[in-house]
């Protein structure tokens, strides 16, 4: 059964206190080197059949209308993998 990764992220305008609340944590930890973190939200959707155009349409809007808040936050990126072996196919 084929799988549609969404990954939904804060728009740039918009603050992201998680993500500054873990870079603030990684230099703490010992992990150097990183400029900025967002923190964001990755959903994992197994299809039914095969993933047409039609169906890659219809999941984008469902991910802009109810996966993510569109005042607040953007799709990013939709990939379809192979369920069983969790490789991107497009």
Request: glycine share 6%; net charge negative.
């Amino acid at each position: 059964m084929p799988r549609v990764v969404v990954h939904v992220m804060p728009k740039p305008e918009i603050l992201d206190p998680q993500g500054k609340a873990v870079a603030a944590a990684l230099p703490r930890l010992g992990f150097e080197g990183i400029a900025s973190v967002r923190q964001g939200k990755r959903f994992e959707l197994e299809v039914e059949g095969e993933v047409t155009e039609t169906v890659l349409a219809s999941l984008r809007e469902a991910a802009e209308t109810l996966l993510s808040n569109p005042v607040i936050e953007d799709v990013v990126a939709i990939d379809v993998e192979d369920a069983a072996e969790g490789k991107a196919q497009a």
